[in-house]
């Protein structure tokens, strides 16, 4: 079943800080996230396993709540750079992964 | 090679025709999976490998969708009698092992645009 991502879209001024959710309704093995530019392929940020983990890449970090089947992208003083649309996976095996629907966000001057 | 690479990378072609959409992994990764993205939607999932064998291919919309992989490389995926509704961009994602370890590398894609 496919992860619900909230909000469906974000607009933030360069600096302000955004947080995008993934929820599941099944356990939860794996979630990784993703971010693609219009007209581009989805890029890679981070995966995170059950254990209920946290991790940290420059400005961008991800929590995991294992219990909570739910997943969270932190994204901190933002610059212009991270307008795209955000896509969560999530794995309830070793098997495929399971996308959002995709959190559109824009940064403004 | 350094990237997972996609070809062709746009296709045209009319309602009824055959197309085949080639995908060559990262080397050494053993898992290929498949999905589309429709016009500003998310990623749906086609088929997966491990190996050149497909644990999953619970994606295929139809009997007109096929893919293949050979000697754990390259895959090639298979539209027959195209529709309208097969629109959409082919994502292409190789993984070292498992993707739910160790997360995707995506190609850019095949626009695929049915006439």
């Known amino acids: 079943q496919q992860p619900v991502q909230s909000p469906q879209a974000v607009i933030l001024r360069e600096g302000e800080d955004a947080v995008i959710n993934c929820s599941s309704s099944?356990?939860?093995?794996?979630v990784h996230w993703y971010r693609q530019k219009h007209g581009e392929a989805p890029v890679f940020l981070m995966i995170?396993?059950?254990?209920?983990e946290q991790k940290g890449h420059d400005k961008i970090s991800a929590s995991f709540n294992e219990k909570k089947q739910q997943s969270s992208l932190y994204l901190t003083a933002s610059q212009l750079s991270y307008s795209g649309t955000y896509f969560c996976?999530?794995?309830?095996?070793?098997?495929?992964?399971?996308f959002g629907d995709g959190t559109t966000l824009t940064v403004k001057p | 090679g350094a990237g997972v690479s996609q070809s062709p990378s746009n296709k045209v072609t009319e309602k009824g025709k055959d197309v085949e959409l080639r995908c060559d992994p990262i080397?050494?990764?053993?898992?290929l999976y498949w999905y589309r993205q429709s016009l500003g939607q998310g990623l749906e999932f086609l088929i997966y490998?491990?190996?050149?064998?497909?644990?999953?291919k619970s994606g295929l919309p139809s009997d007109r969708f096929s893919a293949e992989r050979t000697g754990g490389s390259v895959s090639t995926l298979t539209i027959q009698r195209t529709q309208q509704e097969d629109s959409a961009v082919y994502l292409c994602?190789?993984?070292?092992?498992?993707?739910?370890?160790?997360?995707?590398?995506f190609g850019s894609g095949t626009r695929l645009t049915v006439v």
């Open positions: 099944k356990a939860l093995y794996s």
């Open positions: 996976g999530t794995n309830t095996n070793a098997g495929k992964s399971t």
């Open positions: 080397s050494g990764h053993t898992a």
């Open positions: 490998f491990q190996g050149n064998s497909a644990p999953d």
């Open positions: 994602a190789s993984s070292l092992a498992e993707g739910a370890r160790y997360g995707y590398t």
């Open positions: 995170l396993l059950k254990g209920g």
